[in-house]
């Protein structure tokens, strides 16, 4: 069992910067895939930043802006957000996915991201 805490938001003026962090209660060595996610008000939660194996992948919205890095050894997951938009006010959520029968997907109860304009 995993339970992941996410920490970190906060509010911020255009073109700042935060840093999210998410920990895990478990280990997360056997996490096929971590990553995190958005939700605006009124929207669907979105993909921001995934990692898989050392391998990252990021929306198309945040690249070049945004980084996702994952240390086992400290069971955490961090997001460095670099000169945030308006458009990138949300709630943030970790994710952490075990494939296997039955697969495990863990989500954290998010942190709020306010970026002013």
């Known amino acids: 069992q995993v339970q992941l805490m996410e920490s970190g938001g906060g509010l911020v003026q255009t073109g700042g910067s935060l840093r999210l962090s998410c920990a895990a209660s478990?280990?997360?060595?056997?996490?096929?895939?971590m990553g995190w996610y958005r939700q605006a008000p009124g929207k669907q939660r979105e993909l921001v930043a995934t990692?898989?194996?050392?391998?990252?992948n990021y929306a198309d919205s945040v690249r070049g802006r945004f980084t996702i890095s994952r240390d086992n050894a400290k069971n955490t997951l961090s997001l460095q957000m670099n000169s945030l938009k308006p458009e990138d006010t949300a709630v943030y959520y970790c994710?952490?996915?075990?494939?296997?029968?039955?697969?495990?997907?863990?989500w954290g109860q998010g942190t709020q991201v306010t970026v002013s304009s």
């Open positions: 994710r952490a996915y075990i494939r296997g029968s039955p697969a495990r997907d863990y």
């Open positions: 478990g280990s997360i060595d056997s996490a096929n895939l």
């Open positions: 990692i898989s194996f050392g391998v990252t």
